[in-house]
């Protein structure tokens, strides 16, 4: 696939079948995600944890859900089979921000690998950051110590189809500066 065509065909997608995805294209996802641009390099920044388990998923569905009551989604996660959580290593000062940058980078080659896949993807950060505010759930998601989860990207297949977006310029407002 072009990139341009996985770009376009990248949509948020709320719903999921039940089927999860293959060891071959999480290992594709896994590439993608291990190949995002990562502010000065600090990979030992960051961390990455899969998650399969269908219990601790509605664990951390439920913790989110607690902590922002008036959350609309009865399912946050829209029932993806799997959860790839980014985190990273817990500071404040000047570089939290680019720690920030660094897993939206991740987030979105995921997302566009599973684009190129043909699966459907979601960017989620309530779900992540709500119920990473509980150790035991980090625990069971295997963050590492001293990191915090910041977003992660829900894949599996897609219950519904939706047309690819239109090329365009005119969808956010551009300012030239010449």
């Known amino acids: 696939m072009e990139t341009m065509d996985?770009?376009?065909k990248r949509?948020?997608?709320r719903s999921f079948t039940d089927q999860q995805i293959s060891d071959e294209d999480l290992h594709r996802l896994l590439v993608a995600a291990n190949?995002?641009?990562?502010?000065?390099?600090t990979y030992d920044q960051l961390a990455i944890s899969v998650i399969q388990d269908k219990q601790l998923i509605d664990k951390m569905e439920q913790a989110a859900k607690t902590a922002l009551p008036d959350m609309?989604?009865?399912?946050?996660?829209?029932?993806?089979?799997t959860l790839i959580l980014v985190s990273a290593k817990e500071k404040s000062g000047n570089y939290e921000p680019m720690h920030r940058m660094s897993v939206g980078c991740i987030i979105e080659n995921i997302m566009l690998e599973a684009a190129d896949l043909g699966l459907g993807s979601i960017f989620l950060m309530a779900v992540p950051t709500l119920a990473g505010k509980s150790p035991a759930i980090r625990e069971a998601a295997r963050v590492p110590e001293g990191f915090v989860p910041f977003a992660a990207a829900g894949v599996g297949y897609a219950a519904d189809s939706a047309p690819a977006h239109e090329a365009s310029v005119d969808v956010i407002p551009t300012a030239y500066v010449r």
């Open 72 to 81: 609309r989604a009865e399912h946050p996660v829209y029932n993806a089979p």
């Open 6 to 8: 996985a770009i376009l």
């Open 35 to 41: 190949a995002a641009p990562v502010g000065m390099a």
């Open 11 to 13: 949509r948020s997608c």
